[in-house]
């Protein structure tokens, strides 16, 4: 079993800057397993955000959030942060950690076998 715990979350007004943290732990999970961030808003479907290799070298993004988040992961490798900058309304929503053994693109396409319980970003106007 796999345990993603996520925090970081919180209220910030348009234009500003969050940092989601997500921290894996379990016997099932090793440094050599990719990493991921989805968001859900109220009403919609739950979408892609961002992912990242286990070396860290390969990274993914969705188009909606190029050039103002950027995904990385900590030093030890069981932890990858989600930098948010220029935030926008539309960035409210309900942020999910992802992971995943069998690749980048199976945690690009949302199959990951093991997900977070989110943590909640609000972007005021």
């Known amino acids: 079993q796999v345990q993603l715990v996520e925090s970081g979350g919180g209220l910030m007004q348009a234009g500003g800057s969050l940092r989601l943290s997500c921290a894996a732990s379990?016997?099932?999970?090793?440094?050599?397993?990719?990493m991921g961030w989805f968001r859900q808003a109220p009403g919609k479907e739950r979408e892609f955000v961002a992912a990242i290799s286990w070396t860290g070298g390969s990274t993914n993004y969705a188009d909606s959030v190029k050039g103002r988040f950027t995904i990385s992961r900590g030093y030890a490798s069981n932890t990858v942060y989600l930098q948010m900058n220029s935030l926008k309304p539309e960035d409210t929503a309900v942020y999910y950690c992802?992971?995943?053994?069998?690749?980048?693109?199976?945690?690009?396409?949302?199959?990951?076998?093991?997900w977070g319980k989110g943590t909640l970003v609000t972007v005021s106007s």
């Open positions: 379990g016997r099932s999970f090793s440094r050599y397993c990719a």
């Open positions: 992802a992971t995943d053994n069998k690749g980048l693109s199976t945690v690009v396409a949302g199959r990951s076998d093991y």
